[in-house]
């Protein structure tokens, strides 16, 4: 009997962070990279470009090119001005980012709905570095969500500092997207991530190469979503994938409003 790739099957997340990998730049263009695998740490391997991730996280590529790359800009009195990023991406040359790279971007999108300055994100993730130095992730170490964020919340600066509501309001958002990051019980290692404005897709960086996948299972929503375009219905997909109908079609909407 066919199985179709990416059937539904308990999710083992029992994988060892650190593989033997080799990193290949194919020679086709900058926005489409190939790229295999590399030595080191499984979650630091650049597999998302700014385009891919802003898409995944819903906020504009801009916004996320500004994070990573930083802005440079001339006034009308023809002043340039220079920020720097307040990500580190781990692939500056080909401008992709990391499993970590993106849930730290995850994190920052908590100020966009407050309209947080971007100054004041970055002198906010200055103090945080300064609380955790030793961590190259600070947003992401587990110290984060207790004493870590008590600290950026306190560095944001009047925009949600003004009043003691303000930064209860920055403290339950900032806690909703946290709670949206899967972490090892015992090591606290990040596992898996939940987009927000989603309820049936996860990111998890051991399974489709970091693809978005429906919760709980190893099946690339992409490949649901290119089985209905090509003509196929839901009924045939979900039977194949041993998914629900609702399954397919919640991650399948999902997926396309990235």
Known sequence: MYIPFGTRTKQNTCVG?????????????????????FAGDILEHP????????????????????WTRGQHYTTKYGKKVTFDPVLELVD?????????????????RCTRERNVPLKNVRLA?????????????PLLHKDFRTYGSDVFIQHLGQTVNATRQGQLAMRKLLG??????????VTGAL???????????????????????????????????G?????????????????????VKSAVKELAAA
């Open 17 to 37: 962070r650190f593989e033997r990998l080799k990193v290949v730049y194919s020679d086709a263009s900058m926005a489409r990279k190939r790229i295999t695998r």
């Open 47 to 66: 597999r998302y470009s700014i385009e891919e991730a802003a898409a995944y996280l819903h906020i504009p590529k801009s916004t996320l090119a500004a």
């Open 92 to 108: 500056k040359r080909n401008g992709l980012l990391s499993f970590n790279n993106f849930a730290e971007a995850h994190i920052l």
């Open 125 to 137: 993730l200055s103090y945080v570095r300064r609380a955790l130095p030793d961590e190259p992730h």
């Open 176 to 185: 909703r997207y946290l709670k949206r990051l899967k972490r090892d019980e």
């Open 191 to 225: 596992l898996e991530l939940y987009p927000i404005k989603t309820r049936h897709l996860a990111i998890n960086p051991f399974i489709s190469a970091g693809k978005p996948v429906v919760k709980g299972t190893g099946i690339n929503a992409m490949v649901l979503l």
């Open 227 to 247: 089985r209905l375009k090509s003509g196929e219905s839901n009924e045939d997909v979900a039977k194949d994938y041993g998914l629900t109908i609702g399954e």
